[in-house]
């Protein structure tokens, strides 16, 4: 998979060599920073918070659209992360239980931050493409800020309620130190299978569900130099050296209740990544590398509410509080709340949906609509990847277009 820039000599950067290794200097591994080996704990948190990744499965841009207030209305391809207890869909009339639901094929996402957009601009309109000098010269420029992009592929199936999905997706942060063409990065190659199952009562009121997901992970680390970058067999070499691979399993569990009348009030409760989820080494380059690396579980509440106006908009909003079992991050890091207005078929199913929603890093927006199979989501997102309380605000854009060939 490419994100960002293609195996040329003359490249065009969106992120600085995202696809193929601008490696960390230290590992990174998002909440789960403060867990992992001294090495990572020595380094300046300021400066380690720039090069954070996701710990989501795959990129999500309703979740996006809406802050990360998704946990109450997470269903399709959202809910084996946001909420397992959504698997399966979150009907009010039960269905036939062994009914298909979706069978993506496939469904495909990406995200890119506003220095990343900015830094690939000047490289099409400076020369920075056809002249390394130029190239260099814009990657220094662009010293202390945070590049950064992902993309996303998944296939499979939800049956019932019960989902399988194997998926990959590949992640990237990179900061360029400001000279002589030096860039610090972090790439992540997360691939493997995502399961999960949830049950819900006669009335479709009380819904629970879990999530496993199998991942095999490949993570390249390290400084490089621009002229390294640019030439392809100094760049096989970097990369050689520099990659570590690790394996985990990764427990989700979710449960969601709602009253079906008014407004119709509901409550959710999520933990992600239960017990934390520890990345074990398989095979290192480095002596480095970490021998495993953990990601902290992420425990959510949330309470919604989804009144139906005049039978054809439906209106989400959810308040959420995520990461309740860090006592030290403070509590306005936590909050995140998301309004979705949906124009809805006479089976209640959303078919065109605007979202905006605000967290600790400003305003988020956010669009989607189907049309017969076809699914596209987009969105602006501002997100917070400062470490603990640590602040370090972002804007992304993001999007996901998804072939569900069962509608």
């Known amino acids: 998979m490419k994100i960002g820039i293609p195996l040329k000599l003359k490249i065009s950067i969106p992120f600085l060599g995202l696809a193929f290794g601008l490696l960390a200097s230290q590992p990174l591994y998002s909440q789960a920073a403060q867990e992992e080996s001294s090495s990572v704990v020595s380094e300046d948190a300021a400066a380690v918070s720039k090069l954070r990744l996701s710990d989501s499965f795959w990129v999500s841009p309703r979740a996006e659209g809406l802050a990360g207030a998704l946990s109450l209305f997470a269903d399709g391809l959202d809910a084996p992360y946001y909420n397992p207890a959504g698997i399966g869909g979150l009907e009010w009339k039960s269905e036939k239980s062994g009914a298909v639901k979706n069978?993506?094929?496939?469904?495909?996402?990406?995200?890119?931050?506003?220095?990343?957009?900015?830094?690939?601009?000047?490289?099409?309109?400076?020369?920075?493409?056809?002249?390394?000098?130029?190239?260099?010269?814009?990657?220094?420029?662009?010293?202390?800020?945070?590049?950064?992009?992902?993309?996303?592929?998944?296939?499979?199936?939800?049956?019932?309620?019960?989902?399988?999905?194997?998926?990959?997706?590949?992640?990237?942060a990179a900061v360029s130190q400001g000279s002589d063409g030096l860039v610090s990065g972090h790439f992540r190659t997360n691939s493997g299978v995502v399961t999960g199952i949830s049950l819900a009562n006669a009335k479709n009121t009380l819904f629970l569900g879990v999530s496993r997901a199998f991942i095999s992970s490949t993570v390249y680390k390290?400084?490089?130099?621009?002229?390294?970058?640019?030439?392809?067999?100094?760049?096989?070499?970097?990369?050689?050296?520099?990659?570590?691979?690790?394996?985990?399993?990764?427990?989700?569990?979710?449960i969601l209740w709602r009253y079906p009348k008014g407004v119709r009030p509901s409550?959710?409760?999520?933990?992600?990544?239960?017990?934390?989820?520890?990345?074990?080494?398989?095979?290192?380059?480095?002596d480095m590398s970490p021998a495993s690396y953990k990601i902290a579980e992420d425990v959510t509440l949330g309470f919604g509410i989804s009144p139906i106006i005049d039978g054809y908009l439906l209106i989400n909003y959810g308040l959420e509080g995520h990461h309740l079992s860090d006592k030290a991050m403070a509590l306005d890091k936590k909050i995140a709340t998301g309004v979705e207005f949906s124009l809805i078929?006479?089976?209640?199913?959303?078919?065109?949906?605007?979202?905006?929603?605000?967290?600790?890093?400003?305003?988020?927006?956010?669009?989607?609509?189907?049309?017969?199979?076809?699914?596209?989501?987009?969105s602006s997102y501002a997100e917070d990847v400062g470490i603990g309380n640590i602040q370090y605000k972002e804007r992304r854009t993001s999007g996901l277009i998804a072939i569900d060939i069962v509608e």
Do not use: C, W
Not at 135 to 157: E, K, M, P
Not at 227 to 244: G, V
């Open 222 to 254: 390290g400084s490089v130099y621009y002229h390294d970058i640019i030439d392809t067999s100094a760049r096989s070499k970097a990369l050689k050296d520099l990659k570590t691979s690790y394996s985990a399993e990764v427990q989700n569990y979710g």
């Open 267 to 286: 409550v959710s409760g999520v933990i992600r990544h239960q017990g934390g989820t520890e990345f074990v080494s398989t095979k290192s380059k480095t």
């Open 345 to 378: 078929d006479s089976k209640q199913k959303p078919y065109l949906s605007v979202r905006t929603g605000y967290n600790i890093a400003g305003m988020t927006y956010g669009f989607g609509a189907a049309f017969s199979m076809f699914k596209v989501e987009l």
């Open 103 to 172: 069978i993506y094929f496939p469904a495909a996402g990406g995200s890119i931050n506003e220095h990343s957009q900015e830094l690939n601009q000047k490289f099409s309109t400076s020369g920075g493409k056809d002249d390394s000098a130029i190239g260099q010269a814009l990657v220094d420029a662009a010293g202390g800020t945070r590049q950064f992009g992902r993309g996303s592929f998944i296939t499979g199936a939800i049956v019932g309620r019960f989902a399988v999905l194997p998926f990959l997706d590949a992640q990237g």
